[in-house]
């Protein structure tokens, strides 16, 4: 079994492959030290920010998705019906109610106190 770092280094190196470039490469062209890369790749060292937007921009993919193969960054929740429409509701507030509705939700989701309730 791998590990998410494993993960990350053979989806990156298949993507490597299947473009013919090498790691000197996409250092070069990111601007970034010899062996910056390289080296994380080779002794599977977990990739860092920084190593990810570089892969990101060389390989024309968005950062958010590389960043979330590294588990860098959670993968976007599913599109359902309940959350477009709330995207669609809060869309609709003025900035004043958008932090309200926002700390309410942050106090729901954490298990702390909700703000006390408003009128308006």
């Known amino acids: 079994m791998t590990n998410k770092t494993e993960e ?46 570089a892969i990101s921009q060389v390989f024309k993919l968005p950062d958010t998705s590389v960043l979330s ?24 507030l003025s900035p004043e109610q958008r932090r309200y509705v926002l700390t309410t939700i942050r106090a729901l989701a954490t298990g702390t106190p909700a703000p006390a309730s408003r009128s308006s």
Do not use: M
Request: charged share 25%.
């Open 8 to 53: 990350f280094w053979l989806w990156a190196e298949e993507e490597l492959e299947s473009r013919g470039l090498s790691w000197y490469a996409v250092e070069r062209q990111a601007g970034l030290s010899n062996a910056a890369i390289s080296r994380r790749a080779r002794e599977l060292l977990p990739p860092t920010y920084e190593t990810c937007i």
């Open 69 to 92: 193969k590294a588990g860098l960054l959670s993968p976007e929740p599913e599109q359902t019906a309940d959350l477009k429409e709330a995207l669609h509701l809060l869309d609709q």
